[in-house]
């Protein structure tokens, strides 16, 4: 293994709140139980190949800052057997126990469909020799398919059938990668599926498109015995103006017009959540609520800059109300936290990239503490109970569950003389009280 790449040789550990060490956990103790679980089997990190290995650096106004060996070299295979070196280097330096992929990411396209699949499958079999040596796995495995000019006009929904198809044997190649992998999961990333004006789309059968080929994904998946869930991941303005993947209610019509609720869950991330309109919490409360709820893409978005900036989620009091959704949901299952996020475009050191994993882990383990701490603690759990604990009532229930009718209900208001009375919400008691915790 390749072990020149960050100055530190040891892998980051545990060292309890009162460490002065930079590269240390301060909060994430992997085997510290919390609520039942260890804190590793709650949290369930995994690094981002793309960000953390691909990115160079560029931004819309400048190039390439991080000047990374592999970014520059002749022979692109030989730099993708690099960077899988590189990756399992910081996997065991982080002491964290996944990875995620886009097949663009691991190894190059090459001239054909068919060299893209053999240099994937050629990086795969690295992959496999490494995790048995590193006790590694892989949380999910992805197909890019927007960085392409063939993608510009999106991918599932592009109006021209033969990328279509490209897609569907693209797709089809990653999936059987990511079961030969293991992989717990498989992600539907639409890059690119959207559009930019009604002047030259047909809506209805760019959406009848994505339908078709979310279908046939759960079909191949069940065909081949991959026991994991279909992730979607919901988009919403980047690149296009109209996500058909805009946020999670909207990814939910899609699969539940399908009846594929069983099958396809959502990987749910901060940065898109704030560019939606919604906070993370929200995001992830409404798919526990909706019985989708997946995976969790971890970064932060900039509340001033309207673009996805995906920086590392430092924020413990937004991880906090987004670990008491995540808990309030049982947890994960098959999901877990992957570090969609990028170092600033200054931090060209190789060991900011350890930093940003530190910072931002111990970050995840506080937020999960706290929200732990609330849960045991049921002071907000019988506040909200009380709030609708009238709905327990027979007479109420059988509202709910549709043994009245309009007019029986109607005819009871009447005969009762019911006139509510509004009660307060107390919201800003509660916000004390969620200080009180942090």
């Known amino acids: 293994m390749m072990t020149s790449f960050y100055s530190r040789k040891d892998p980051i550990r545990y060292e309890g709140p009162s460490s002065s060490s930079e590269l240390a956990y301060r909060w994430y103790n992997p085997d510290q139980n919390v609520m039942g679980k260890s804190m590793r089997d709650h949290l369930r990190f995994a690094v981002a190949y793309w960000h953390t290995l691909c990115w160079p650096g560029g931004d819309p106004f400048g190039g390439d800052t991080f000047q990374r060996q592999w970014h520059h070299m002749a022979d692109e295979m030989a730099a993708a057997r690099m960077k899988a070196d590189i990756m399992f280097e910081t996997l065991v330096m982080l002491d964290v126990d996944f990875f995620c992929f886009h097949d663009l990411d691991i190894a190059p396209e ?3 469909l068919k060299e893209f699949n053999a240099n994937v499958t050629e990086i795969a079999k690295i992959f496999e020799k490494k995790m048995a040596a590193t006790n590694k796995k892989l949380l999910w495995g992805t197909a890019n398919m927007f960085s392409n000019r063939r993608f510009m006009a999106g991918a599932a929904t592009n109006p021209d059938p033969d990328v279509f198809a490209y897609c569907a044997a693209q ?16 992600v539907m990333w639409g890059g690119r599926e959207g559009y930019e004006t009604l002047l030259n789309t047909n ?7 994505a339908k078709r080929f979310l279908s046939m994904v759960v079909e191949y998946k069940h065909k081949i015995g991959f026991k994991g869930p279909i992730l979607l991941e919901p988009k919403p303005q980047e690149p296009t103006k109209h996500q058909y993947d805009y946020d999670v209610a909207t990814c939910y019509a899609m699969i539940a017009s399908l009846g594929l609720q069983n099958d396809v869950k959502l990987n749910v991330e901060q940065n898109h959540a704030i560019l939606a309109g919604h906070t993370f919490e929200h995001e992830i409360a409404l798919a526990s609520a909706l019985g989708v709820f997946g995976s969790i893409d971890i970064n ?4 001033q800059s309207g673009w996805d900036t995906d920086q590392f989620a430092m924020n413990i009091p937004e991880m906090s109300l987004a670990f008491l959704e995540i808990l309030k949901a049982g947890g994960f299952t098959t999901g877990g936290l992957n570090f969609d996020a990028k170092i600033r475009r200054q931090s060209i050191d190789p060991d900011d990239l350890l930093h940003a994993h530190v910072g931002s882990i111990d970050a995840c383990a506080r937020g999960l503490l706290i929200a732990a701490k609330i849960l045991e603690d049921g002071k907000l ?7 609708y604990g009238k709905w ?3 007479k109420n229930q059988a509202m709910l569950k549709g043994k009245e009718t309009l007019d029986s209900i109607a005819a009871r208001v009447h005969a009762e003389g019911l006139e509510p009375q509004p009660k307060s919400g107390r919201q800003e008691r509660l916000e004390n009280l969620i200080n009180s915790y942090i």
Do not use: F, M, W
């Open 381 to 387: 759990g019988k506040i909200v109970d009380d709030r």
């Open 110 to 112: 090459g001239k054909s």
């Open 392 to 394: 327990n009532e027979p």
């Open 203 to 209: 809506i209805g059968h760019e959406l009848e498109q």
């Open 171 to 186: 797709v089809k190649h990653c999936l059987d990668v990511t079961k030969d992998l293991d992989g717990a999961n498989y």
């Open 300 to 303: 932060r978005g900039d509340y």
